[in-house]
């Protein structure tokens, strides 16, 4: 205590989750409190509470104390964040020229954002009886029937209960359960699902010579950033390969991040991961609730859980013993955010290996271009698995031209008799479609004219076999009309075909078999997705039709053959990345035949059967593809060759967004060496009803471009008025749209 004698108060920089550029500085007035960087505290701002995250502390601001707020309170008593996640999320600040506060937002679980939730998501939230308790005699519940009635029931409970399992037997169950907790009769304890115990089952095979000789140049034990990309198709023995280095780190006593791109593939991961080790796992995806979540998060933090296995935002939790970090499936695109803090989890896993100092393993059957770059630089040690284990044959794979001939609802009369073919063999097929939906568009054959969507550049999706129309951009729907509005013609037909066709297609020629519909539509969660999947596996659906959900990493042994359909758009496509991707789809979809003893086939139906991409990729395979790939890119400066940033802009009106972006680009001092395309109509110029406008800037420098950004976000928060213009920045762009 100070007697008259006044200390001055200490001042902490505390990032807070609003679109600021820069951390917020307040009043300590607890002088004694040891804080640290990474701590939560509670602050006012505006007229609001929030939970903020100390980032500096002891600063000398350029504010007066007096004009300074004061910290409400301390929510951690130790950080809640290691130095290491502090910088890491400071990196992805500065790097995606995002607001700090709201990639903490990103990297912390929502309950531990919440000023109401902060300090219960650290409180377990399940419920036994107190130790040391006699179950049979208690006095102090007599008057109390309700809190006896759960006290009861929960002892005769041998688990830990949840409260929302409490509650579901009990009304105001909360309220009871506080009331017996203040008489000691029950206490909280964790739930014992923030990490899922594994029990190894079975002894791991013998590496191939080929995964050997894959360890041994890796080394088991090495430590230090060692960034390797482990090349090989589905089914070569990858995943054997991460678990003989993760047998080592966990014997050692470390953690492992594994990073998987969606959560259609955690289940299988997760079931493979525990029946292999005796290891603590917890996981981390968008699905799981918000409590499970905090508290998988924080198994981690306290080093209770051995491997983190999650998607995207999983790359920011903060694990002390970290030894490895695996990135499966790494080219895929999901681990690209496309929205807000629009950041790429393989890029910040690199960053966070790095600074970590530990190897990082990128696992893919056809690694992004850039990644195939770095080992082609020597940067990144690459490996590969060429062979399929089990001796399985890669599949054979025909093109079937459709130049002149009628398809039958998106289907070719050659495609129908192979599939036909396979079927009375007792095999499994498989058709790709990448779209969704019963046909793209519903149009008139007479003028050419097809249904637009009111809100946006892009025609609607028709659905329901030809009865409703949707847009797959903004949500709107609409009935079909009875007559072409331009033409009058009464007889509008629907164009191509999606999912929904094919499928009834399929059905209508090969009605004995039982057949499975896999997209957004069709398996709207991630449980409806395990369960199709399992029937596949067990051998019951015999046809499967689907998009993208059924290209990844899924190993069903008798599926011997896969067609896919729809994809000459691919080979046309303005966005730069456009046969990488296709590329990438064809190759993981055709490693989806021939998984068991029988060799595959894969069928593709192209007008282009001659276009060299399929010569190249069809006749050579991905790697060859990829040096071709590369060389274009190299000629045009293109990534990862150049770098690249997109800036959108929206508004109601397209001259006022377009006009926001071109005073900017007139405004600012570009940087020399940086080339600024635009601004130009967004490739949908209409989507939701707001008119988009963007701006690309590439350089082959990246400090140059980043210098431009700096100017360019400054100018932009200066001069925009957010209630008339919304823009954004997105660094590396995947996609150009
Ligand atoms: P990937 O991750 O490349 O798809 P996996 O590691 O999942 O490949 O291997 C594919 C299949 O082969 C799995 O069923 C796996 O158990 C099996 N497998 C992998 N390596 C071996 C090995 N050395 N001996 C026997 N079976 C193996
Ligand atoms: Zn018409
Ligand atoms: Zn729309």
Not at 500 to 506: H, K, P
Not at 580 to 591: N, S
Request: glycine fraction near 8%; charged fraction near 20%; proline fraction near 6%.
């Amino acid at each position: 205590m100070s007697n008259g004698h006044e200390t001055p108060s200490r001042i902490v920089r505390v990032a807070v989750p609003v679109p600021l550029t820069t951390a917020l500085d307040y009043r300590l007035n607890d002088n004694d409190a040891t804080v640290t960087s990474g701590a939560r505290v509670i602050v006012p701002l505006g007229g609001r509470r929030i939970i903020g995250v100390i980032v500096e502390t002891d600063v000398t601001s350029p504010l007066a104390p007096a004009e300074l707020r004061s910290v409400e309170r301390l929510v951690d008593p130790e950080p809640l964040l290691s130095p290491a996640i502090v910088s890491l999320i400071e990196w992805c600040a500065r790097y995606y020229h995002h607001p700090l506060g709201e990639v903490f937002a990103v990297a912390l679980p929502a309950r531990l954002r919440r000023v109401d939730s902060a300090t219960r998501a650290d409180r377990p939230d399940a419920w036994q009886v107190a130790e040391g308790i006699d179950t049979s005699n208690q006095a102090a519940l007599q008057n109390a029937p309700k809190q006896r009635a759960i006290f009861d029931w929960l002892a005769t409970h041998k688990a830990p209960t949840r409260t929302a399992d409490v509650g579901r037997s009990f009304k105001q169950a909360s309220t009871h359960l506080r009331a017996l907790e203040n008489k000691q009769l029950v206490m909280r304890v964790a739930a014992g699902d923030d990490v899922e115990i594994g029990q190894a089952t079975a002894e791991p095979p013998r590496l191939t010579a080929d995964q050997q000789s894959a360890l041994d140049t890796l080394g088991i034990e090495s430590t230090g950033f060692r960034p390797t990309v482990i090349e090989g198709v589905t089914g070569s023995g990858k995943t054997e390969l991460y678990f003989a280095r993760m047998a080592a780190e966990l014997a050692a006593g470390r953690q492992i991040l594994y990073l998987v791109p969606e959560i259609g593939l955690t289940r299988q991961m997760i079931d493979r991961v525990l029946a292999r080790f005796d290891a603590r796992l917890a996981v981390l995806h968008s699905r799981r609730t918000e409590a499970e979540r905090a508290a998988a998060w924080r198994a981690a933090i306290d080093g209770r859980a051995d491997i983190v296995l999650g998607t995207r935002s999983a790359v920011f939790t903060p694990m002390p013993r970290l030894g490895l970090i695996v990135v499966d499936e790494s080219h895929d695109e999901s681990y690209k955010q496309q929205e807000g803090l629009r950041y790429h989890a393989r890029d910040v896993a690199a960053k966070r290996a790095r600074d970590a100092a530990v190897p990082i393993w990128f696992g893919s059957a056809t690694p992004a271009l850039t990644t195939w770059q770095h080992a082609r630089d020597k940067r990144y040690t690459h490996v590969s698995l060429r062979q399929r284990t089990g001796g399985a044959r890669p599949p054979s794979i025909e093109r079937i031209d459709i130049r002149s001939r009628p398809l039958d609802g998106g289907l070719s009369a050659p495609l129908l008799s192979h599939l036909g073919e396979h079927l009375e063999a007792g095999g499994q097929v498989m058709v790709f479609v990448n779209r969704r939906g019963f046909a793209p568009a519903l149009g008139c054959h007479a003028c050419g004219w097809t249904m637009p969507c009111d809100h946006c550049d892009a025609p609607m999706t028709l659905y329901k076999h030809g009865r409703t129309l949707r847009c797959h951009h903004c949500g709107a729907s609409a009935a079909p009309p009875a007559s072409c509005p331009a033409c009058g013609n009464s007889k509008l037909v629907a164009f191509g075909a999606g999912t929904q066709r094919v499928a009834d297609t399929l059905a209508k020629h090969f009605p004995a078999y039982p057949l499975a519909r896999f997209d957004r539509d069709a398996v709207a969660a991630a449980g409806e997705l395990d369960a199709q999947l399992a029937a596949v596996a067990r051998g019951e659906t015999r046809i499967l039709v689907g998009t993208q959900m059924l290209a990844k990493g899924h190993d069903f042994a008798n599926l011997t053959g896969v067609a896919v359909i729809g994809v000459d758009g691919g080979l046309f496509s303005s966005d730069y990345r456009a046969r990488e991707q296709l590329a990438q789809m064809l190759t993981q979809v055709a490693g989806r035949a021939g998984r068991g003893a029988t060799p595959g086939a894969v069928w593709l139906q192209t007008r282009h059967p001659d276009h060299p991409f399929f010569d190249t990729l069809l006749t050579s395979g991905y790697p060859a593809f990829a040096e071709a790939e590369l060389a274009e890119r190299h000629a045009a400066g293109l990534p990862p060759f150049g770098w690249l940033a997109l800036v959108r802009a929206d508004s109601r009106g397209y001259a006022e967004c377009d006009a926001l972006l071109q005073r900017a680009t007139e405004q600012i001092a570009v940087t020399t060496g940086v080339e600024c395309w635009g601004p130009a109509p967004a490739p949908m110029q209409r989507r939701a009803g707001r008119v988009r406008s963007q701006l690309l800037l590439r350089a082959d420098n990246r400090r140059a471009l980043h210098r431009t950004l700096t100017e360019l976000r400054q100018w932009l928060i200066a001069n925009a008025n957010p209630n008339r213009v919304r823009w954004s920045l997105d660094v590396d762009p995947v996609n150009l749209l």
